[in-house]
């Protein structure tokens, strides 16, 4: 009767050892699955026709944006692959400003920040249990990121054009000028 009863709970402990391992694996498989998922993503704000004629001569940040264009439909599992790539195209970007226009403070600190979103998604290449949902947040932080970048290039040509339009310079001496003469009238009275 001994032999029974430890034959019976032997069974059923390699039973439920079995199924416990059965269920792992599932769960592995649905995670799997879910990083080969094809998720959309938000597109990015594109710079504007007055700021494309402007840095149509930074060929880097043109490859840099093609490439990126991957990223508004891709899987978790395909943008990490490509991440070390996108963080190379990145530095290239980067090292090559040279137009003085966008050599300001505000740019700057947009693409640092871009620069290092970027090299957070490089970084989770190396942790095996990342989630799904985590690398398609830190896509969308890139895209986000790139979309700043854009529209600050698209505000410095805008007030590089307005003060073209506007000559400050000009309109100053006509202050000056309206001055004068109410301070004549003034004294003729």
């Known amino acids: 009767m001994l032999k029974l009863m430890l034959f019976v709970v032997v069974i059923s402990i390699s039973f439920f050892a079995c199924s416990k391992e059965v269920k792992t694996k599932e769960d592995q498989k649905k995670t799997v699955s879910k990083m080969s998922l094809i998720v959309e993503h938000k597109k990015s704000v594109d710079v504007s026709m007055l700021a494309k004629k402007e840095i149509e001569s930074w060929k880097e940040y043109s490859e840099l944006k093609v490439f990126l264009s991957r990223f508004h439909k891709i899987s978790p599992n395909e943008a990490l692959n ?107 009275k």
């Open 82 to 188: 490509v991440a070390i790539e996108l963080k190379d195209l990145t530095k290239t970007m980067t090292d090559s400003l040279k137009i003085k226009d966008l050599k300001v403070n505000a740019l700057k600190a947009r693409v640092n920040v871009f620069k290092n979103e970027v090299l957070r998604l490089v970084d989770m290449t190396l942790i095996p249990a990342i989630k799904d949902h985590e690398v398609n947040n830190q896509i969308d932080k890139v895209l986000l990121i790139f979309s700043s970048l854009n529209e600050k290039i698209n505000t410095i040509y805008s007030k590089k054009e307005f003060d073209k339009e506007v000559d400050l310079e000009n309109f100053f001496e006509l202050k000056k000028e309206d001055k004068e003469e109410k301070s004549k009238l003034k004294k003729s």
